[in-house]
């Protein structure tokens, strides 16, 4: 009874030190996706999608959808934070039942592996679709990023021509001012000519 105590409290501390690795690796991306989502607001606020080709999603969409999967995914992780506390209770009421309750602790030790059974044929399945996530997400945020990147890009082109284009005028309609004034002056000297004569 002792060696199944023991075996099933390491099985219990290594799934929970899986289960920190996994909720450490969620809270990061989390923040990660957090920060672009923020980084994403800032640059639609800006200026609107102008010039986004159509059915390219905008940074908003991509970053709600990247909020989204990363929300089913802690929902993901609490429920398998409630299975394992079940667990740990359940271990810790094993450990602690008295001789007299023998019944009683074979059942809770069925009990306790039919659920460690259901849970290991779980998490393969849900990890790996987190992971599936994860890349879709990080794909997803990569294109986001690459299309902002090509839009800075025609922006500071376009702000260029449009520096130019100032800078053209600018020297034109000075050149044409002093036109006007040279044609001014040669009207009047022309005027004050005639009326001498």
């Known amino acids: 009874a002792q060696a199944q105590v023991r075996a099933m409290r390491a099985k219990l501390e290594d799934a929970e030190a899986a289960y920190r690795t996994a909720m450490a690796e969620v809270a990061g991306r989390f923040e990660r996706m957090q920060e672009a989502l923020a980084a994403a607001r800032r640059e639609a606020a800006r200026g609107p999608g102008q010039g986004l080709p159509e059915g390219a999603a905008s940074f908003e969409q991509v970053a709600q959808r990247s909020l989204d999967a990363q929300e089913g995914l802690m929902r993901h992780l609490a429920g398998i934070e409630k299975a394992r506390t079940a667990e740990t209770s ?39 679709e987190a992971a599936f996530r ?42 044409y001012q002093k036109e006007i004034l040279n044609l001014r002056r040669q009207v009047a000297v022309s005027a004050h000519r005639s009326t001498k004569t």
């Open 90 to 128: 359940q271990a810790q009421a094993a450990r602690n039942a008295s001789p007299a309750n023998s019944q009683e602790l074979a059942a809770l030790r069925a009990e306790n592996q039919a659920l460690q059974r259901q849970l290991g044929a779980r998490a393969p399945a849900n990890a790996n």
């Open 134 to 175: 994860a890349r879709q997400l990080e794909a997803d945020l990569a294109a986001a990023e690459a299309e902002r990147a090509r839009l800075a890009s025609r922006a500071a082109n376009a702000e260029e021509q449009l520096e130019q284009l100032q800078q053209y005028m600018t020297h034109n309609i000075a050149s």
